[in-house]
C-alpha cells in the first residue's frame, strides 16, 4: 500500500503541492498525465530519493516519509534501464542481494527464480552494454524484483521502447504485477498503456492530482475537460473545475493545449 | 602518350655537352671520374623526369625539377659534397613515384644533412607524425590534417630538448652514474616520497572530491576555486611559506620539536609535506571531472535496491570512476615527483633526484648533472607511461572478478 497524505515539495521554481492519494495492496496503478506534470519527482519522492517538506508518505502502513531509500523495501525501475554498467547481466540481478549480504546459494536461488519468471536465461552473461532497449529494461525489472520489494515503481518504463518490445514488456508487467502479489505504481503519459494495464489511475498535472479513481471511473465521470481529454474521450467533457484550472495553470496553461504532446523524457528536474 | 625519345635524345646531348665543358674548362672543378659518375646520375635522372612527364602533367614535372634544384644547390652548393649528391640524387630519382616514400626521403634529407647534428632525435619523430598524417589523409580534411600536423610538429619542437638530453649520453655513462650510491638514494627518495604523497592526497581528496560531485553546499564554488590555489602560486612562495610556519625558529616548529621530537623543515615528513601540497589539485579536479561523469541515476538505483550511501560509494561510484581517479593519481604522481622549488628550500635534505640535479650542476656544470637528469627523465617517463597503459588495458577487471566470485 501506498498513502500519500498532503505531501508538498518545492523544487526550485517547480511545486508538488497537497497530494493526497491510497494506492491499496495487490493494485496496479498508473501516474497518468502530461510530460512536465511532476510524475517522476513524485515517484522519486516515494523511492525515497527526495524528502517532502511537508505531509507524510506511508508504504504498508509504516511511515516513511523521511526513511532512507534503503530501508523502504520499494523497487524502482528507471525510464532508461540504468543498469550498473561494469557488472554483466547476472551481476545486476543479484546486486541488492549482494548488498544485503546474502549468502551465494540464496542469490544463485533467487537469480535463477527470476531468470525463469522474465525468461531471461539468454541475456544472463551479456554485458549490458549490449542489450536492446527491451532487455534491458526486463532486466532493470528483474534487478527491481530481486530484493523482494513490497511497491514497485515503474517511471516509464515502456518509454523508449519500439511499438513490439513494447508490447511484450507490457504484458509482462502485468504477469510480473500478480505472480509477485506487488502493489504498483507505473507513471505513463500514454492512456492506451492506462488502459491496457492498470486497475486505476491517478491524474497529473502541474505538480497537482487532479482526479484519482479507478479506469471506468475515470472514464464514467471525469472531473473535467482535461481528464476527459487525457483519457481520449473529449465529448464526455464536463464543466470545467477548479481544481483542474489551477492546476493548468501552473502547468503554463497546457490544459487547452493537446495533453498528449508526443514528448518524451519527463519531469522538469 | 609514348616514352619522348626525341626530347630525350638532346636533353642527353645538352647533358653531355654541359659536363664536357665543365670538365674541360679551367679551375678546380671536379676529377673526370667525378664528372663521369655525375653525368651517369644526372642521365638517370633526366630519364626518371620524361618518365614523370609521361604519366603525369607538366606539374608533377615541376614538382621533380624543383626537388632537384633543392638538393643540387644543398649538396653541390652549400655543402659540396658530390658524392652524396650523386647517392641522394640516385634515390630521389627511383622514389618520385611514391609519394609516401618521397616524405621520408626529403625527411631524411633534412634530418641527416640539414639537422646533422640532431639526426636520429629528429627524423624519429618527424618519421613518426608522417606516417601519422599519412594514414589519417583519407579520413579527414586537407585543413584538419595541416592543424595536426603544425601542431605536432610544435609539440616535438617543445620536447625536443628532452629527446635530444636522452641521446646525449652513452648507456656505459648512464649506467656509472646509476651505480652511484647517492644517485640511488636521491631517485629512491623521489619515488618513495611522491608515492608517499600520492596517496596521502588520496585519502582525503577522493572522499573531497566525491562530495563536491554530489552536494551542492553554499561555499561550493569558493572550495572549487580554493583547490586550484596550489597550481597558481610560485614554488618559491610555498617554500617560503612552509618554512615560516614549520621551520627551525617558528612557533609550531619548534612545538613539533619539543613536544614529539618531530623535525619537519630537511626531513623526508617536509618532502612529502610540499610535494603533497603542490600535486593535491591535480588529483581533486581529476577526480571531480570522474564522479561528475558517473551517472546519479545509477546511485539512485542502488540506493533503492537495499545500499547504503557508502556501499553505493564503494560499488558504484569509486569503480565506475576508477579510470578516472588513476589517471589523477598518476598526474598527482607526476607532479609530485618533478617538484624542485619548494622542495630545495624547505627540505633540502635529504637529496630528492630534482635538488641532486641542481647541486650537482652547481658543484661541476651541466655535463656532469647531464647523466643524473638522464636518468631520472628515463625513470620518470618509464612510470608515467606503465601507469597510463596500466588502466586503460584493464577497465572494471577487477571488479568483474568480485562478482564472479560471489555468484
Known amino acids: ?269 | 602518350m609514348s616514352f619522348p625519345w626525341k626530347p630525350g635524345l638532346v636533353g642527353l646531348l645538352l647533358l653531355a655537352a654541359l659536363h664536357l665543358v665543365l670538365a674541360l674548362s679551367p679551375g678546380p672543378t671536379f676529377s673526370p671520374s667525378t664528372h663521369l659518375a655525375l653525368f651517369g646520375s644526372n642521365a638517370y635522372a633526366l630519364y626518371c623526369a620524361l618518365l614523370v612527364l609521361q604519366r603525369g602533367s607538366g606539374k608533377h614535372l615541376a614538382l621533380f625539377v624543383s626537388g632537384y634544384m633543392i638538393l643540387f644547390i644543398l649538396l653541390m652548393v652549400l655543402l659540396n659534397r658530390s658524392s652524396l649528391f650523386i647517392l641522394l640524387l640516385v634515390l630521389y630519382a627511383s622514389l618520385f613515384g611514391s609519394p609516401l616514400l618521397l616524405g621520408f626521403f626529403a625527411l631524411f634529407v633534412l634530418c641527416f644533412v640539414v639537422l646533422q647534428p640532431y639526426a636520429f632525435e629528429s627524423f624519429i619523430p618527424l618519421a613518426l607524425i608522417y606516417a601519422a598524417l599519412w594514414r589519417a589523409r583519407a579520413r579527414t580534411s586537407r585543413f584538419v590534417l595541416a592543424c595536426l600536423g603544425v601542431g605536432l610538429v610544435a609539440l616535438c619542437a617543445l620536447l625536443f630538448p628532452l629527446l635530444h638530453l636522452v641521446m646525449q649520453d652513452s648507456a656505459q655513462t648512464l649506467w656509472l652514474a646509476l651505480k652511484r650510491s647517492d644517485v640511488q638514494s636521491a631517485i629512491w627518495l623521489s619515488v618513495a616520497s611522491s608515492t608517499l604523497a600520492t596517496l596521502l592526497i588520496a585519502v582525503w581528496g577522493i572522499p573531497l572530491a566525491y562530495a563536491l560531485a554530489r552536494v551542492d553546499f553554499w561555499g561550493r564554488r569558493v572550495v572549487e576555486t580554493v583547490i586550484d590555489i596550489p597550481i597558481l602560486i610560485p614554488q618559491s612562495v610555498v617554500g617560503i611559506a612552509f618554512i615560516v610556519l614549520l621551520g627551525p625558529g617558528s612557533p609550531m616548529g619548534e612545538a613539533l620539536d619539543q613536544l614529539f621530537g618531530i623535525q619537519i623543515a630537511g626531513r623526508l615528513i617536509g618532502v612529502v609535506l610540499a610535494q603533497v601540497f603542490v600535486a593535491a589539485p591535480f588529483l581533486i579536479k581529476t577526480a571531480l571531472t570522474a564522479f561528475q561523469g558517473v551517472p546519479e541515476e545509477l546511485e539512485l538505483a542502488s540506493r533503492t535496491l537495499g545500499a547504503s550511501p557508502a556501499q553505493t560509494f564503494w560499488r558504484i561510484s569509486l569503480p565506475l570512476a576508477s579510470r578516472g581517479l588513476m589517471i589523477g593519481m598518476i598526474l598527482a604522481w607526476a607532479r609530485a615527483i618533478s617538484e624542485f622549488g619548494a622542495v630545495i628550500l624547505f627540505a633540502s635534505s635529504p637529496l630528492t633526484a630534482p635538488v641532486l640535479v641542481h647541486t650537482e650542476f652547481l658543484r661541476a656544470g651541466a655535463t656532469e648533472s647531464r647523466p643524473i637528469a638522464t636518468l631520472l627523465l628515463i625513470i620518470c617517463l618509464w612510470i608515467f607511461v606503465v601507469l597510463q597503459l596500466g588502466p586503460s588495458l584493464a577497465p572494471f577487471a577487477w571488479q568483474r572478478r568480485a562478482d564472479r566470485g560471489a555468484r
Not at chain 1, 532493470?140 to 516509464?156: I, K, S, T, W
Not at chain 1, 464526455?236 to 514528448?263: F, I, Q, S, V
Open chain 1, 1 to 269: 500500500m501506498i498513502r500519500l497524505e498532503n505531501i508538498t515539495r518545492r523544487f526550485g521554481a517547480f511545486l508538488l503541492e497537497g497530494l493526497d492519494l491510497e494506492v491499496p495492496r495487490g493494485q496496479y496503478w498508473v501516474l497518468l498525465g502530461p510530460s512536465g506534470a511532476g510524475k517522476t519527482l513524485l515517484l522519486h519522492l516515494i523511492a525515497g530519493l527526495h524528502h517532502p517538506d511537508r505531509g507524510r508518505l506511508l508504504l504498508d502502513d509504516v511511515e516513511a516519509t523521511t526513511a532512507a531509500p534503503e530501508k523502504r523495501g520499494v523497487g524502482l525501475v528507471f525510464q532508461r534501464s540504468a543498469l550498473f554498467p561494469h557488472h554483466d547481466v547476472a551481476g545486476n540481478i543479484t546486486y541488492g542481494l549482494a548488498v544485503r549480504g546474502a549468502s551465494t546459494a540464496e542469490r544463485r536461488r533467487r537469480l535463477d527464480e527470476l531468470v525463469e519468471t522474465l525468461d531471461l536465461s539468454a541475456l544472463l552473461q551479456r554485458p549490458v552494454a549490449s542489450l536492446s532497449g527491451g532487455e534491458a529494461q526486463r532486466v532493470a525489472l528483474a534487478r527491481a524484483l530481486a530484493v523482494r520489494p513490497r511497491v514497485l515503481l515503474l517511471d516509464e518504463p515502456l518509454g523508449p521502447l519500439d511499438f513490439h518490445a513494447r508490447a511484450e514488456l507490457q504484458e509482462e508487467l502485468r504477469r510480473v504485477h500478480d505472480a509477485f502479489e506487488l502493489t504498483t505504481l507505473h507513471v505513463t503519459h500514454d492512456r492506451e498503456e492506462a488502459r491496457a494495464l492498470a486497475d486505476a489511475a491517478a491524474i497529473m498535472v502541474g505538480g497537482q492530482i487532479i482526479q484519482a479513481g479507478s479506469m471506468s471511473a475515470l472514464q464514467q465521470a471525469p472531473r473535467c475537460r482535461f481528464v476527459a481529454r487525457l483519457l481520449g474521450d473529449e465529448e464526455r467533457a464536463p464543466t470545467d473545475h477548479p481544481l483542474c484550472e489551477e492546476a493548468c495553470l501552473r502547468a503554463g496553461g497546457r490544459c487547452d493545449a493537446p495533453p498528449l504532446a508526443a514528448k518524451r523524457g519527463d519531469a522538469p528536474a
